[in-house]
T-cell receptor
């Protein structure tokens, strides 16, 4: 059974710092990995989706990498801003269909002004 | 830009009561999903509908029923609510169930069962 772990559970950084969020998964036979953002009291917003054949994806200040063989993904946030404060979740698709997502428990990020 | 709309946003029920959570999407998506999110557990899939007219069980379907009313709407029903069903419920949709298609989420329904 696929298990997804996100470390750390919470992270607090000063504004402007570059930071890395980690996601690990136990079964490397995946189709893709997605990073989501969740604001308090809101639903999930998809940030980046990396296919199993890709090594990384970039969107603005965000860069996600994927190392299937080691079962790891990182989300790099450059020049963090207070507006980046949210919970970040990763989800692994290991079943080849959208109903086969396994979510991590998330990292709560606080960016202090 | 409504996206995925869930109603109600908050609800308190007594044990044994029934209720239906509503979800509607305006993106002409084929597939819809119901999740629950519990502290320390992550999101877990309850039911999904790959296309209009079909529904299937997810990881935690016990105690729930669903109806895909039409292409836009997908409802979740609790027939006899139990305290273990206290959770935040999210509805999501995607163009299809293909693994390359991202899901779009509603803002959730916060449900407390006393």
């Amino acid at each position: 059974k696929q298990e997804v772990t996100q470390i750390p559970a919470a992270l607090s950084v000063p504004e402007g710092e570059n930071l890395v969020l980690n996601c690990s998964f136990t079964d490397s036979a995946i189709y893709n990995l997605q990073w989501f953002r969740q604001d308090p009291g809101k639903g999930l917003t998809s940030l980046l989706l990396i296919q199993s054949s890709q090594r990384e994806q970039t969107s603005g200040r965000l860069n996600a990498s994927l190392d299937k063989s080691s079962g790891r993904s990182t989300l790099y946030i450059a020049a963090s801003q207070p507006g980046d404060s949210a919970t970040y979740l990763c989800a692994v698709n290991s079943g080849g269909s959208n109903y086969k997502l396994t979510f991590g428990k998330g990292t709560l990020l606080t960016v202090n002004p | 830009n409504a996206g995925v709309t869930q109603t109600p946003k908050f609800q308190v029920l007594k044990t044994g009561q029934s209720m239906t959570l509503q979800c509607a999407q305006d993106m002409n998506h084929n597939s819809m999903y119901w999740y629950r999110q519990d502290p320390g557990m992550g999101l877990r899939l309850i039911y999904y509908s790959a296309s209009e007219g079909t529904t299937d069980k997810g990881e935690v379907p016990n105690g729930y029923n669903v109806s895909r009313l039409n292409k836009r709407e997908f409802s979740l029903r609790l027939e006899s609510a139990a305290p273990s069903q206290t959770s935040v419920y999210f509805c999501a949709s995607s163009e299809g169930i293909g693994y390359y298609q991202p899901q779009h989420f509603g803002d959730g329904t916060r449900l407390s069962i006393l």
